[in-house]
Nanobody, 116 residues
Framework: QVRLVESGGGLVQPGGPLRLSCAAS????????MGWYRQAPGKQRELVAR???????HYVDSVKGRFTISRDNAKNTVYLQMNSLKPEDTATYYC??????????WGQGTQVTVSS
């Protein structure tokens, strides 16, 4: 079982940066992909970015060029550096880990609010 704890959310002005962290514990060494998802009020949860154990990364089109996902395998932590934030980035951001067995774990979520 993998446990995920997110941190780094908060209130930021449009155009500003914010970095999210997700620390994994438990069977963290078995994780092969970690990702960030977000869910705005009244909307479905969507994939923002994900990174595989080999380093391959995927981004949703709306964040390409602004967000960067990275992974520190030694610390079992994945980061999401968010730059040039827009009001439409406002959402609860969740971290997700997947294992080769198909097991999936979610974090509790961290709120990101982009507003002046």
């Amino acid at each position: 079982q993998v446990r995920l704890v997110e941190s780094g959310g908060g209130l930021v002005q449009p155009g500003g940066p914010l970095r999210l962290s997700c620390a994994a514990s438990g069977s963290a060494s078995s994780i092969y992909v970690m990702g960030w998802y977000r869910q705005a009020p009244g909307k479905q949860r969507e994939l923002v970015a994900r990174i595989f154990s080999g380093g391959t990364m995927h981004y949703v089109d709306s964040v390409k060029g602004r967000f960067t996902i990275s992974r520190d395998n030694a610390k079992n932590t994945v980061y999401l550096q968010m730059n040039s934030l827009k009001p439409e980035d406002t959402a609860t951001y969740y971290c997700k880990a997947e294992e080769p067995t198909g097991s999936r774990s979610w974090g509790q979520g961290t709120q990101v609010t982009v507003s002046s």
